[in-house]
C-alpha cells in the first residue's frame, strides 16, 4: 500500500473531521482498513500524543512492519500529495502490476511512531509518551500496508499540550478559548430571556399569544445548551473527560434544534397571532420537520461521541449533512405560502395598507431565514476549513453571533405589542399601500 492508493483517504479525513480533544478507548476487531483516522489535533511546543495498546493480533500478515501508527500535518499531506502527482506523471505507462510501492509508513511527509514490530511480548503490548516539539495540527492514524491483514486490538489515545505549570491541557490549540465564548453567549442568552420575559410576556401579557411563549422556550433551551457546552468543553479541557455533562448538552442541543425549526415554522404559517390554526400541509411540514431533527440528533451523537475510527462514521457525517439540508429548505415553504397566500387576500379584502405591512415583513424574514441558514451552514464552515488551527475558536465565535443576531431580528419582528404591523394602521396609508402593492408583485 503506497501514499498514492491512500491519499483519497487521507484527504477526506482532513476535510471533514474535526480537532477532538477527549482522551479515547476503542476496541477494533479484525479490521483490514489500511488507513484509520484516531484524532485530529493542534500542538504547542509541549505537545504529547500517548498511545497504550493491548490484547493486539493480526492475522494474515508476516511482516509487522506493514501496520503501524503515524503523525501527518496538512502541509505534509500536500506535499505527499504533490509528490505523488509527479511521480505518476513520470511513471512507466506500463508499469509492473506485481510491483509493491512503498509503505506510508515510510514516506517522508509522515511522523512515524512505531510500528508493530516494537510490540512487547509476549502480550503484544505497548505504551509510550511522544513529544510533539514542532507545533502544528497533526492527525493521528494507523496504517495497515498489507491488504490481507486482519488486526485486532484496545487502543487508547491521550494528546494533550503541557501549560507551563506542567497540567496537562485536553483540548487542541484553536478549541482552548471555545469554553469561555459559550459561556459568555450563555448569558447572553440568560439576559435576553429575561428581557423577553419581562417586556413581552408580563408588560404586553395581554398582546402576548401562544407563539411568544414557545419563544420564550427556544430561548431557555438554547441558553441550557450553551451552559453545557461549556461545562463538557471546560471538563473535556482539564480531564479528558466531559464527566456526564455531554449528555445533558445534547438534550438540550435536540430541545433546540427542534423548538427553533418549529418556532420558524409556526411565525411562517402565522400561527396565533394570526390565524388559530394550522393547515393541513402546514401541519406536514412540523410532522417531517421534527422526526428528521431527531434523525440529525441521533448523527450528532455518533459523530460527536466516536470519532473517525468507526467504519461507518463518514456516512454518519452525510446523513447529518442531508438532513439538516432538508430542514432548512422544508422551513421555507410556510413563509412562502404565507407570502402568497396575502398576495392574494390583498386583491379581495380592501385592506391594503395592514396587507403590505405583513407581506413586507414576511418578506423581511424570508430573506433574514435564508441569510441566515447559509450562514451557519456555508460560511461557518468554510471559516472551519480555511482557518489556520491556531484560530478554530474564530468559526464557533462566528456562528454563535450570528445567531444571536438571528433571534435577536427574529423576536424584535414579531415581539407581542397593542399596536403593530400585524392589526393597526392609519387609515391614510391606505391609498400608498394600494399602489405599492400594484408596483411590488412580492414573488420569490
Not at 97 to 111: G, I, K, R
Not at 138 to 143: P, R, T
Not at 180 to 209: D, E, G, P, Q, T
Not at 235 to 257: A, E, I
Amino acid at each position: 500500500m503506497g501514499v498514492s492508493s491512500v491519499l483519497p483517504l487521507l484527504i477526506l479525513f482532513s476535510l471533514i473531521s474535526s480537532s477532538m480533544a477527549e482522551i479515547k478507548t476503542l476496541k477494533i476487531t479484525a479490521d483490514t482498513r489500511p488507513i484509520i483516522l484516531f484524532e485530529k489535533f493542534g500542538f504547542t511546543p509541549n505537545g504529547f500524543v500517548n498511545i497504550t495498546l493491548s490484547d493486539v493480533s493480526f492475522a494474515f500478515s508476516s511482516d509487522p512492519h506493514l501496520l503501524g501508527f503515524f503523525l501527518l500535518s496538512d502541509e505534509g499531506l500536500i506535499e505527499a500529495t504533490y509528490e505523488s502527482q509527479q511521480r505518476q506523471q513520470q511513471q512507466n505507462p506500463d508499469p509492473n502490476p506485481n510491483s509493491n510501492p512503498d509503505c506510508v509508513l515510510s514516506n517522508p511527509h509522515v511522523h512515524p511512531l512505531f510500528k508493530f514490530n516494537e510490540l512487547i511480548a509476549p502480550n503484544n503490548n505497548f505504551h509510550q509518551s511522544f513529544n510533539i516539539t514542532h507545533p502544528d495540527e497533526y492527525s493521528l492514524y494507523f496504517a495497515n500496508c498489507n491488504p490481507e491483514s486482519q488486526v485486532s486490538m484496545a487502543v487508547r489515545t491521550v494528546m494533550y499540550n503541557a501549560r507551563p505549570d506542567g497540567t496537562p491541557d485536553y483540548l487542541s490549540v484553536g478549541q482552548s478559548p471555545v469554553p469561555s465564548l459559550y459561556f459568555f453567549f450563555a448569558l447572553a442568552y440568560v439576559a435576553f430571556l429575561a428581557v423577553w420575559i419581562y417586556f413581552c410576556l408580563l408588560k404586553n401579557r395581554l398582546s402576548s399569544h401562544r407563539i411568544h411563549y414557545l419563544m420564550a422556550g427556544l430561548l431557555t433551551t438554547k441558553a441550557f445548551n450553551l451552559l453545557f457546552a461549556a461545562e463538557d468543553q471546560h471538563y473535556v479541557r482539564v480531564t479528558g473527560t466531559p464527566h456526564g455533562w455531554d449528555v445533558l448538552f445534547y438534550l438540550f442541543q435536540f430541545l433546540k434544534g427542534v423548538l427553533l425549526f418549529t418556532v420558524i415554522v409556526l411565525i411562517g404559517t402565522g400561527w396565533s397571532f394570526l390565524k388559530p390554526f394550522l393547515q393541513e400541509k402546514e401541519k406536514k411540514v412540523l410532522m417531517v420537520v421534527i422526526p428528521l431533527q431527531v434523525i440529525a440528533n441521533i448523527a450528532s451523537i455518533v459523530i460527536g461521541e466516536t470519532g473517525p475510527f468507526i467504519r461507518d462514521w463518514v456516512t454518519w457525517n452525510q446523513v447529518f449533512l442531508l438532513i439538516d439540508i432538508i430542514c432548512c429548505c422544508a422551513v421555507l415553504f410556510p413563509i412562502v405560502w404565507s407570502i402568497r397566500s396575502l398576495r392574494e387576500t390583498s386583491k379581495t379584502d380592501g385592506k391594503a395598507a395592514r396587507t403590505l405591512a405583513k407581506l413586507t415583513l414576511f418578506r423581511q424574514f424570508y430573506l433574514v431565514v435564508i441569510g441566515y441558514l447559509y450562514f451557519t451552514r456555508v460560511v461557518v464552515y468554510a471559516l472551519k476549513t480555511i482557518a489556520s488551527y491556531k484560530y478554530r475558536w474564530v468559526s464557533v465565535a462566528a456562528e454563535e453571533t450570528a445567531s444571536l443576531a438571528f433571534y435577536i431580528f427574529m423576536f424584535y419582528m414579531f415581539r407581542p405589542v397593542e399596536r403593530n404591523q400585524y392589526f393597526v394602521l392609519d387609515d391614510e396609508e391606505e391609498e400608498a399601500a394600494q399602489a405599492a402593492l400594484r408596483e411590488e408583485e412580492f414573488e420569490l
